[in-house]
């Protein structure tokens, strides 16, 4: 950051899934594995930032990952999410929160190759989630899609998260 530019507000949506979640979901393949773990979200001190903390088991699989999330892209209009997960990946994805408070990730073909279906990265490949909280921020939900090819998007995921912490 140039120090003589004004630092960005912080956005006001990181602190509405600030707590610790009982995650659920599904990997929708044949057959379809099970996830089930907890995601924690702490918000940074000064609000430009969100720590995603994730422990589940996929399938038989232990999957840890740490996110930050909050880096503004140039312009300003979205924010990006950078992950580091225990298998030693490390995705980029762009977050965008609209004025409802849905959330819409969106990462291409540098993600990670579990994303992708046929475990490689083609340059057309891309991921792309909707995350949807209740109004009483006591629940949330996230389908997630995938696309080898760039134009045909398939379901990945299925996510539900109930929150674990009183607010």
Known sequence: MDHDQTPPEP???????????????????????????????????????????????????????????????????????RSYDSSGWVTVMRLQIDDEGVWRFSGGSDMAPPAHDTGKTAKEAAVRSTLRIAPDRSEMAALWERTDDGRNWLPWMDMHFTREDPR
């Open 11 to 81: 956005h006001p949506g990181l602190a509405a899934i600030a707590g610790r979640w009982h995650a659920t979901g599904t990997v929708l393949d044949e057959p379809p594995v099970s996830i089930n773990g907890t995601d924690t979200y702490t918000v940074l001190p000064g609000g430009h930032f969100l720590l995603h903390e994730v422990d589940v088991t996929v399938g038989g699989q232990s999957v840890e990952t740490i996110e930050m999330i909050g880096e503004r892209e140039p312009g300003g209009a979205a924010m990006l999410a």
